[in-house]
């Protein structure tokens, strides 16, 4: 062997021993800590993965339109199609694989989707049909693509549809006890450690406590089929003091940080610099993980960041200071003076931390979307005490809120939004019934302003009835 060959060859190996799989098996392990012993028969993917891994493909015109799925109704043109893949058979088992991992409502006995970030340990199978956390080789948490996420949203599709076929079949009661199980799916996945995760089970949980009102709303103008002990069974499922809804039970996902550290160790050289044999190509094929035509331009980007990005003592404390500003706010009180400040990561400087501004995703939007979540969970529970009453009394809404206690609900809960805490203060939702409750008797005009669609206006009568939380704006 020549010199030059033996000294190419050294710098090789080098280069393997301080950023290859040994190093970043290092953060793969910690990110996979916390599934480490989860027994076998409470490990949920081993009933899921398989189920999603014979999913058909829904009809192409709902992929990737969750609004327009759940406003099908058997009147719409693309009815037909979607019910007949809802309840073609691989889609059935989807849905008793839902039901069986959540069944237990006890976190301390309930299943947990404990499927490891990588291949080791995974299934051949699962690896083959790309239903895995892929993080590649070296490992690299902050590219992973989570293939069986990108499936979970055809379940999505399909539960939304199973619900409004059930509904509309006269079985509501199914129709709900698909919605109360999905929820508790995406309980499941908001334990998980990326944000992607926790993103995608909050938000199936929060949608699900839509679809509950929904579908008691629908059946409380068709045939009644609802009865008032069934709501009321419902109302003490969705436990917010204790079991799977209590939702500060959710920890901060930490799986983020642990990937900005893992690319921190793996692009700076010795000296504390950016390396620039390894950072601009390395930040830059992260960067265009999903877009690999964007590669060129973003090694340009990267080329130019380099010079002027901060060290790598500088970029580990910023990571630091930011995750411990999130863990502050993830426990504060929702009124702590703390939320009138600006987040670490809004003041980021993203020409000096370009790498944290790459992986790190903006956490602190999950304290929104918790609070958004707590304020659908409490309210879904009084509007469903509410029916139960309603039904029970032959047609008659409450005068008062107060009425549905303790026979219907527990507790009312406290308005997420209303400030109104002094001397152990808990402040209820509004309610009121329109014509009844309006000065002169008035009919009640509610503007609703949905995402991504034309706003419209709804008139409310005494048949219905108003309940909401003052919102972010306090009225």
């Known amino acids: 062997m020549s010199v030059i060959s033996l000294r190419v060859f050294c710098l090789v190996a080098a280069v393997v021993s301080s950023f290859g799989p040994a190093r970043a098996d290092d953060f793969t392990d910690r990110i996979n800590r916390a599934y480490a012993n989860i027994p076998q028969d409470r490990r949920a993917e081993n009933v899921l993965i398989p189920a999603l891994g014979q999913l058909e493909e829904p009809p192409a015109v709902l992929i990737g339109r969750a609004d327009r799925v759940l406003l099908l109704t058997p009147s719409s043109p693309i009815w037909a199609s979607a019910s007949a893949w809802a309840q073609a058979q691989p889609q059935q088992d989807m849905l008793e694989a839902i039901f069986k991992v959540t069944q237990e409502n006890n976190p301390r006995r309930a299943m947990v989707f404990a499927l490891p970030y990588g291949i080791r340990g995974i299934p051949t199978d699962w690896v083959r049909k790309g239903l895995h956390a892929e993080l590649g080789d070296p490992p690299t948490i902050a590219g992973a693509k989570l293939g069986y996420l990108d499936r979970l949203a055809w379940v999505e599709t399909l539960v939304h549809i199973e619900a409004t076929r059930l509904l509309y079949e006269n079985k509501p009661e199914q129709a709900m006890e698909l919605m109360f199980h999905t929820a508790l799916l995406g309980r499941m996945l908001a334990d998980r450690s990326l944000h992607r995760e926790v993103v995608w089970g909050m938000d199936t949980m929060r949608t699900a406590m839509l679809r509950l009102r929904d579908i008691a709303y629908v059946d409380s103008k068709n045939d009644h089929a609802l009865t008032s002990d069934f709501l009321t069974e419902m109302v003490k499922k969705i436990d917010v003091r204790r079991g799977m809804f209590r939702l500060d039970r959710i920890r901060m996902p930490l799986g983020d940080q642990i990937a900005a550290e893992q690319m921190i160790e793996r692009v700076f050289a010795r000296t504390g610099e950016p390396d620039s044999a390894v950072f601009p190509t390395a930040m830059a094929e992260l960067a265009a993980t999903d877009r690999p035509l964007r590669l060129f331009a973003e090694s340009g980007k990267w080329q130019k960041l380099e010079s002027g990005h901060a060290t790598k003592q500088e970029t580990a404390d910023e990571l630091s200071a930011i995750f411990n500003d999130w863990s502050l706010r993830w426990d504060a009180d929702l009124f702590d003076p703390t939320f009138r400040t600006p ?26 979307l918790r609070r958004e979540l707590e304020t659908e969970i409490i309210g879904t529970r009084l509007a469903l005490a509410i029916e139960a009453l309603v039904i029970e009394s032959g047609g008659s809404l409450p005068s008062d809120l107060y009425l549905i206690r303790p026979r219907y609900i527990d507790e009312l809960g406290i308005d997420p939004y209303n400030p109104n805490r002094a001397a152990n203060n808990k402040p209820p939702y509004k309610y009121f019934v329109p014509e009844r409750d309006t000065v002169g008797g008035r009919l009640h005009t509610m503007n609703v302003i949905p995402r991504n669609r034309p706003n419209f206006s709804v008139t409310l009568g005494r048949e219905d009835f108003v309940l909401y939380s003052l919102g972010g704006n306090e009225f």
């Open 343 to 368: 987040t670490e990561y809004e003041k980021l400087s993203t020409r000096s931390f370009g790498l944290i501004a790459e992986i790190v995703p903006d956490i602190g939007g999950l304290l929104v």
